[in-house]
């Protein structure tokens, strides 16, 4: 997908974020979490299967009320931190997992933090990076790299489970601070802890080039920052999360369109093996079978951007790029104005990666985690609504464009005459087919060979949606966090339980590796005989054989 689409997608606010200031939002959807929270609780004091083992934060009424307790300082292997309460958590913002990237960490993979000795107040961080999006303000500090930690409040027996997310914007948006990702209700609802991370964006988290590669023989990559921020991110989370009250032994990372892109990496990474017990992957995006590039591909892209600020000359290249000006590199680093099509993503590196994500999965040489990954209905109509093919020669083009070197197939497997003649609804179908759900059904074959994989469907369009774009991708959020939204508004009271059913799938998914459990509706573990996923609607069901035909025609692509 042109990542031009994705500036438009952003700036129109149609992925239902709302732009952030770093303060927390309101969070007049409490009622999903206080539902969850009270099945969860109910199921427990009844001994049922894999409900988290911990006991209740004080009573707030609604999780967004306050609670009668005080947070304390938790001393970090870098130095004390001092939470806040926000609803029934404790809340720990701006938390430093590794030293700012600047001046000649540019470029390097994370460094360790320089230790502090006064208690940090919690504050929200500076998004890494960016231009100015409904993913956040614009920012151009490079003093990025925090996180923030959600704790329920109150003690319990037992260390509760973590769960740690990584958000999406196709590796050039996003930020751990947006309202969205406030996971106050997803903390009360599910008596877990809940982490949500910052990383590299851009060229200054994916710039590939031979010469960063040659510069640091321990770790001879480039092209990786932004994964290898998120690497240390939970190694952090693995050190320190006990202090908090999390058990470093049940984590859980998970995250949405990029961030589902990156939980394949770590699926696939020796990097980041045995820093996580369990996955959910959520809408990632993989194109002809390729979730990275090569360093034949990337490296190229890293020229273009080199010679765009002005650094070209090999004996001062390093010294050149370190010097730059930030607006500068975001200008350049723009995909829209590179001319090329996601520009900035994974590379394999021998580091990172040894090989693209979908042979690693197959192959059986990936982390053996239980998994739970799933796909929105519509997931393509959002990028279709931006670049709708208008006759056969922009429909043959949109397809080409998307899919390299398959666009003649693939029209023909999806003719406008299946669709009613409507351009639209076929990109739309094509997009969710060969991006979303057939690279979901490969994933879920590789691991369930070896590991217990959920894979869901989400269908239930949110109430006021965006004309036309149905279950488009991202819409599954407000309901994974249950927080309010800056283009749709809050949930509609009929679409609570949804959200506290989703919050209990997640939850508990982190707590035993299973997302079944108090009292929710039976998820079947997938496998590959009868390819049952649980379908997430208003009324949850199952359904077998998810897009069966559509998956077997992109599978015999080349």
Same mark, same amino acid.
């Given at each position: 997908?042109?990542?031009?689409?994705?500036?438009?997608?952003?700036?129109?606010?149609?992925?239902?974020?709302?732009?952030?200031? &770093?303060?927390?939002? $309101?969070?007049?959807?409490?009622?999903?979490?206080?539902?969850?929270?009270?099945?969860?609780?109910?199921?427990?004091?009844?001994?049922?299967?894999?409900?988290?083992?911990? !006991?209740?934060?004080?009573?707030?009424?609604?999780?967004?009320?306050?609670?009668?307790?005080?947070?304390? !300082?938790?001393?970090?292997?870098?130095?004390?931190?001092?939470?806040?309460?926000?609803?029934?958590?404790?809340?720990?913002?701006?938390?430093?997992?590794?030293?700012?990237?600047?001046?000649?960490?540019?470029?390097?993979?994370?460094?360790?933090?320089?230790?502090?000795?006064?208690?940090?107040?919690?504050? $929200?961080?500076?998004?890494?990076?960016?231009?100015?999006?409904?993913?956040?303000?614009?920012? !151009?500090?490079?003093?990025?790299?925090?996180?923030?930690?959600?704790?329920? &409040?109150?003690?319990?027996?037992?260390?509760?489970?973590?769960?740690?997310?990584?958000?999406?914007?196709?590796?050039?948006?996003?930020?751990?601070?947006?309202?969205?990702?406030?996971?106050?209700?997803?903390?009360?609802?599910? /008596?877990?802890?809940?982490?949500?991370?910052?990383?590299?964006?851009?060229?200054?988290?994916?710039?590939?080039?031979?010469?960063?590669?040659? +510069?640091?023989?321990?770790?001879?990559?480039?092209?990786?920052?932004?994964?290898?921020?998120?690497?240390?991110?939970? @190694?952090?989370?693995?050190?320190?999360?006990?202090?908090?009250?999390?058990?470093?032994?049940?984590?859980?990372?998970?995250?949405?369109?990029?961030?589902? @892109?990156?939980?394949?990496?770590?699926?696939?990474?020796?990097?980041?093996?045995?820093?996580?017990?369990?996955?959910?992957?959520?809408?990632?995006?993989?194109?002809?079978?390729?979730?990275?590039?090569?360093?034949?591909?990337?490296?190229?892209?890293?020229?273009?951007?080199?010679?765009?600020?002005?650094?070209?000359?090999?004996?001062?290249?390093?010294?050149?790029?370190?010097?730059? $000006?930030?607006?500068?590199?975001?200008?350049?680093?723009?995909?829209?104005?590179?001319?090329?099509?996601?520009?900035?993503?994974?590379?394999?590196?021998?580091?990172?990666?040894?090989?693209?994500?979908?042979?690693?999965?197959?192959?059986?040489?990936?982390?053996?985690?239980?998994?739970?990954?799933?796909?929105?209905?519509?997931? &393509?109509?959002?990028?279709?609504?931006?670049?709708?093919?208008?006759?056969?020669?922009?429909?043959?083009?949109?397809?080409?464009?998307?899919?390299?070197?398959?666009?003649?197939?693939?029209?023909?497997?999806? $003719?406008?005459?299946?669709?009613?003649?409507?351009?639209?609804?076929?990109?739309?179908?094509?997009?969710?087919?060969?991006?979303?759900?057939?690279?979901?059904?490969?994933?879920?074959?590789?691991?369930?060979?070896?590991?217990?994989?959920?894979?869901?469907?989400?269908?239930?369009?949110?109430? @006021?949606?965006?004309?036309?774009?149905?279950?488009?991708?991202? @819409? +599954?959020?407000?309901?994974?966090?249950?927080?309010?939204?800056?283009?749709? &508004?809050?949930?509609?009271?009929? +679409?609570?339980?949804?959200?506290?059913?989703?919050?209990?799938?997640?939850?508990?998914?982190?707590?035993?590796?299973?997302?079944?459990? /108090?009292?929710?509706?039976?998820?079947?573990?997938?496998?590959?005989?009868?390819?049952?996923?649980?379908?997430? /609607?208003? !009324?949850?069901?199952?359904?077998?054989?998810?897009?069966?035909?559509?998956? /077997?025609?992109?599978?015999?692509?080349?």
């Amino acid at each position: 997908m042109p990542n031009t689409l994705w500036n438009v997608a952003f700036g129109l606010g149609i992925l239902g974020c709302s732009s952030s200031s &770093g303060a927390p939002a $309101p969070r007049v959807d409490a009622g999903a979490a206080d539902t969850a929270r009270a099945a969860h609780d109910a199921a427990r004091s009844a001994d049922a299967p894999h409900s988290v083992d911990a !006991t209740k934060a004080p009573e707030a009424g609604e999780a967004g009320e306050a609670a009668a307790f005080t947070c304390a !300082t938790v001393q970090t292997a870098g130095g004390p931190v001092q939470g806040i309460v926000e609803g029934a958590t404790c809340t720990y913002q701006g938390v430093p997992f590794a030293a700012p990237p600047v001046g000649p960490l540019r470029w390097k993979p994370p460094q360790p933090v320089m230790p502090w000795t006064t208690p940090r107040p919690s504050a $929200p961080a500076s998004a890494c990076p960016q231009v100015a999006s409904v993913f956040g303000e614009a920012s !151009t500090s490079e003093d990025c790299l925090y996180l923030n930690v959600w704790a329920p &409040g109150g003690s319990a027996p037992h260390p509760r489970p973590v769960m740690v997310f990584v958000y999406g914007g196709g590796f050039v948006y996003g930020s751990a601070t947006l309202p969205l990702y406030d996971a106050t209700n997803l903390a009360h609802a599910t /008596d877990n802890l809940v982490v949500t991370i910052n990383y590299r964006l851009g060229a200054l988290g994916f710039l590939s080039d031979p010469a960063l590669r040659a +510069e640091d023989a321990t770790v001879p990559t480039s092209g990786n920052y932004g994964l290898l921020d998120q690497i240390a991110a939970f @190694s952090w989370v693995k050190a320190n999360i006990a202090a908090f009250g999390g058990d470093p032994t049940k984590v859980t990372i998970f995250g949405e369109s990029a961030g589902g @892109s990156s939980m394949l990496v770590h699926l696939a990474s020796p990097r980041s093996q045995g820093l996580f017990q369990r996955v959910i992957v959520e809408s990632a995006f993989v194109a002809n079978k390729a979730g990275a590039w090569p360093t034949s591909t990337a490296d190229p892209i890293g020229s273009s951007f080199e010679a765009a600020v002005g650094c070209t000359d090999p004996s001062t290249l390093l010294t050149c790029l370190r010097a730059v $000006p930030v607006a500068t590199l975001l200008t350049a680093s723009d995909n829209a104005e590179m001319g090329l099509a996601f520009n900035w993503r994974p590379v394999i590196d021998n580091v990172v990666l040894t090989e693209d994500l979908l042979p690693t999965l197959a192959s059986g040489s990936f982390n053996p985690v239980p998994t739970l990954i799933g796909t929105n209905k519509n997931e &393509g109509t959002l990028f279709a609504s931006l670049s709708t093919p208008t006759d056969p020669t922009s429909y043959q083009a949109f397809a080409e464009t998307t899919f390299p070197g398959n666009g003649a197939a693939i029209v023909a497997q999806y $003719p406008i005459t299946s669709f009613g003649g409507s351009y639209f609804t076929a990109a739309s179908e094509l997009l969710t087919d060969g991006g979303f759900v057939c690279p979901a059904r490969t994933v879920a074959r590789a691991i369930s060979a070896t590991e217990p994989v959920f894979r869901y469907d989400f269908v239930h369009a949110i109430t @006021s949606p965006v004309p036309n774009l149905g279950v488009f991708h991202g @819409s +599954e959020l407000l309901f994974v966090f249950g927080n309010p939204d800056g283009a749709f &508004g809050s949930l509609e009271a009929s +679409e609570q339980p949804l959200s506290a059913l989703v919050m209990g799938y997640w939850g508990s998914m982190a707590a035993a590796g299973n997302p079944n459990g /108090d009292g929710r509706f039976s998820w079947p573990q997938y496998n590959t005989a009868t390819e049952t996923n649980l379908v997430l /609607d208003l !009324t949850p069901s199952t359904e077998t054989l998810l897009k069966e035909t559509p998956c /077997d025609f992109w599978d015999s692509l080349p």
